[in-house]
């Protein structure tokens, strides 16, 4: 006999029975009542689905306490996410931000914490990928460059990255490449933005604090300072880049072979309240190699005791601009922070004195002789060029042509000063009285320039010349030399007119005899 599988052996056959009939019934509706359950499901899951990207849309904040932590974090976070770091932990290998995600990394409440790289990693510690972006607020990454050559800090590899306030990257060492604390490689998508953080106490090759040869720098606040390179740029190296510089201070890097502050191969400006220099006198900032490039400084973006080298390129002639501030005038102190290393000289435009531009080294002047009537003013002016301006003049007399010769220093003859037949004795122009006992003078002019360092003096000497008495000079206007032939032209005009007219009054036969 057949065991329904139902059945309950503590029951009479009869009640199985009953229970088994009853079973197998089919209630009137519920067909209808589970087909519409599972249509209600099945619209709250659909409901579900599109409300879960509307829920996306709002940035998650995710908490992580440790390193492992950290990684699952930034895989899973979609864009806008705040993941907290709520404790000091080690950094084993790189966190990699991907393609198309931004998201904040900062530390949550008892912060600033540290990731510090852990031994036995020798990698860049953050790296944000191409179209991605992180932005590190309140929180250090401390390479521990104790350990040697550990890697650089942040490699910004078609990606960006974005320091706020209390972010810092301090301690990494990339001494055999380019980028202690932060790399932006070749790519056009790479981007740094200091907003109030700090990349301070780094080293590497080049850029021992950043490293830049594509993409966008951004310096609005902040500070980039202590790092070292051991060749060019300390603080920051930058070439083939946009560059901008708002706010913040470059201050107190250095580099063994130049630009200890800021090595640049492109314009590069410091504006807005930014400040750049060292008070050692440390060059500071050095522009090198490519084509021509001008250093462009607000009225107090040069710390005192800056240092500027300027390295020559092949545009290079007198003239070209170099550096330039924004509003006031350059001074003397400022333009002194300026060193152009190539033969060429550097000088303050005299026209627009707020540019430094490329000079001849070489000083030269000229004086032209003078000859006028006695009683009248001869007026002296020495051309100069070369040289540094502001130009400086002295003017000195001497008896012959021999004497004024000999004076080569500058020592000889008579030094003149303004009073009874001369005037303007310090400046370009020199205006002498003649008279019979002056006739035959030299005076010669000596300009100095305004070299801080090697200053010329250069002289050039003229006649003084009196007109004699009774001699008539040409008059301007007079291309013949006075008036005589234009009266031998005004007789030979009248004659022929003369001419003309007797043909008319004696016809031919009839001229009077």
């Known amino acids: 006999m057949r065991t329904n599988r139902n059945e309950n052996p503590t029951q009479s056959p009869k009640q199985n029975q009953g229970v088994t009939q009853k079973s197998s019934q089919k209630r009137p509706g519920s067909t209808r009542r589970l087909t519409a359950l599972a249509l209600a499901c099945g619209l709250a899951v659909v409901a579900l689905t599109i409300a879960l990207p509307a829920r996306r849309a709002l940035a998650a904040v995710i908490n992580v306490a440790t390193f492992p932590e950290l990684g699952a974090a930034v895989n899973m976070a979609g864009p806008g996410d705040i993941i907290n770091v709520t404790a000091s932990f080690d950094n084993w290998y790189a966190v990699v931000v991907v393609s198309g995600k931004a998201v904040t990394i900062q530390s949550g409440p008892g912060g600033p914490f540290t990731l510090k790289r852990a031994a036995g990693f020798h990698e860049y510690m953050l790296k944000s990928t191409q179209g991605s972006s992180v932005t590190l607020n309140n929180l250090i990454l401390d390479g521990d460059s104790g350990n040697g050559n550990n890697g650089g800090g942040v490699w910004c590899d078609g990606g960006g990255l974005i320091l706020e306030s209390g972010a810092v990257i301090q301690n990494n060492a990339n ?100 400040k750049i220099g060292t008070s050692d006198g440390d060059n500071s900032l050095e522009r090198w190699d490519g084509g021509p490039s001008v250093i462009s400084v607000t009225d107090t973006g040069l710390l005192p005791g800056a240092r500027v080298n300027v390295a020559p390129v092949a545009t290079d002639v007198p003239g070209t601009l170099i550096a330039q501030k924004a509003t006031n005038p350059l001074t003397a102190a400022e333009a002194g922070y300026f060193h152009y290393m190539g033969t060429l000289l550097s000088e303050i435009n005299p026209v627009d004195n707020k540019q430094l531009q490329l000079a001849d080294p070489l000083l030269t002047v000229s004086v032209g002789n003078q000859t006028v009537p006695e009683g009248a003013v001869a007026t002296f002016t020495a051309v100069a060029s070369g040289g540094i301006r502001a130009y400086h003049y002295a003017w000195r007399e001497y008896p012959n042509q021999a004497a004024a010769n000999a004076d080569v220093l500058g020592t000889g003859g008579t030094l003149l000063t303004n009073g009874g037949a001369y005037s303007g004795t310090a400046t370009a122009s020199l205006s002498v009285t003649a008279s019979a006992a002056l006739n035959g003078r030299y005076y010669k002019a000596f300009v100095t320039d305004s070299h801080p360092v090697n200053r010329q003096t250069v002289g050039a000497a003229g006649m003084l010349a009196l007109r004699p008495r009774g001699s008539v000079l040409p008059r301007t206007g007079d291309g013949f030399g006075g008036w005589l032939p234009w009266a031998v032209l005004l007789l030979a005009a009248l004659g022929c007119g003369a001419g003309l007219m007797g043909r008319e009054l004696w016809p031919r036969g009839k001229a009077p005899r």
């Open 175 to 274: 001494i055999n490449a380019g980028g202690g604390g932060v790399l932006l490689d070749g790519d056009a998508n790479s981007s740094l933005t200091i907003n109030g953080g700090a990349i301070i106490g780094n080293s590497a090759y080049s850029g021992g604090g950043v490293y830049a040869i594509g993409g966008t720098l951004t310096m609005i606040s902040g500070t980039i300072s202590g790092n070292h390179a051991r060749e060019w740029g300390g603080g920051l190296y930058i070439g083939g880049i946009t560059q901008t510089m708002s706010g913040g201070v470059i201050t107190g890097n250095t580099a063994t072979l130049g630009g200890s502050g800021v090595y640049t191969t492109i314009n590069f400006s410091v504006e807005g309240t930014a």
